[in-house]
T-cell receptor
Framework: EPEVTQTPSHQVTQMGQEVILRCVPISNHLYFYWYRQILGQKVEFLVSFYNNEISEKSEIFDDQFSVERPDGSNFTLKIRSTKLEDSAMYFC????????????FGPGTRLTVL | KNEVEQSPQNLTAQEGEFITINCSYSVGISALHWLQQHPGGGIVSLFMLSSGKKKHGRLIATINIQEKHSSLHITASHPRDSAVYICAVGSYQLTFGKGTKLSVIP
């Protein structure tokens, strides 16, 4: 069964550093999403990506964040200057329109900002 | 903006018990998802519903569009069912509830 993969599984960084979180979505999916979950809180939408550009973003997704699909397979989330409050689990996901938009989630990257 | 409420927040059950988790939302939707989050953090899709009822093994999900309410039932619960169960609404990007933490005791 096809799956979404994410790397790294855990990233520890110093405040102010840049991090890049990577996702390899299922190849024939068209929409891609980044969500985050701060420890003990609910999952929140960050950004959606379609046809190689951002289609929608939340108020959380400020100028410190960016997304790219650099090579047609990887899907990246970059945080330019990390803050303590960026510590969270970050999930990549995509819906499968062929199964009426069942969501496929990656295993997540746990980001810890010190 | 859709508000998604789940109840209960925490649930402890004895193995074999029938379990119900409830979800209500504030704005009409085209789809509702039930997700399972394991202790390690990974999220797995259990069901996607737009109407009626779906069954998969010991799991049953129902939705009442008019009442903006959905339920997830687990029959003959087992310790391996222990996880956080999350209700989310939306066709593409999702709006999530806070989750229900289920612990099933042998």
């Amino acid at each position: 069964e096809p799956e979404v993969t994410q790397t790294p599984s855990h990233q520890v960084t110093q405040m102010g550093q840049e991090v890049i979180l990577r996702c390899v979505p299922i190849s024939n999916h068209l929409y891609f999403y980044w969500y985050r979950q701060i420890l003990g809180q609910k999952v929140e939408f960050l950004v959606s990506f379609y046809n190689n550009e951002i289609s929608e973003k939340s108020e959380i997704f400020d100028d410190q964040f960016s997304v790219e699909r650099p090579d047609g397979s990887n899907f990246t989330l970059k945080i330019r200057s990390t803050k303590l409050e960026d510590s969270a689990m970050y999930f990549c996901a995509s819906p499968d329109y062929r199964t009426y938009n069942e969501q496929f989630f990656g295993p997540g990257t746990r980001l810890t900002v010190l | 903006k859709n508000e998604v409420e789940q109840s209960p927040q925490n649930l402890t059950a004895q193995e074999g018990e029938f379990i119900t988790i409830n979800c209500s939302y504030s704005v009409g939707i085209s789809a509702l998802h039930w997700l399972q989050q394991h202790p390690g953090g990974g999220i797995v899709s259990l069901f996607m519903l737009s109407s009626g009822k779906k069954k998969h093994g010991r799991l049953i999900a129902t939705i009442n569009i008019q009442e903006k309410h959905s339920s997830l039932h687990i029959t003959a619960s087992h310790p391996r069912d222990s996880a956080v169960y999350i209700c989310a609404v939306g066709s593409y990007q999702l709006t999530f509830g806070k989750g229900t933490k289920l612990s099933v005791i042998p």
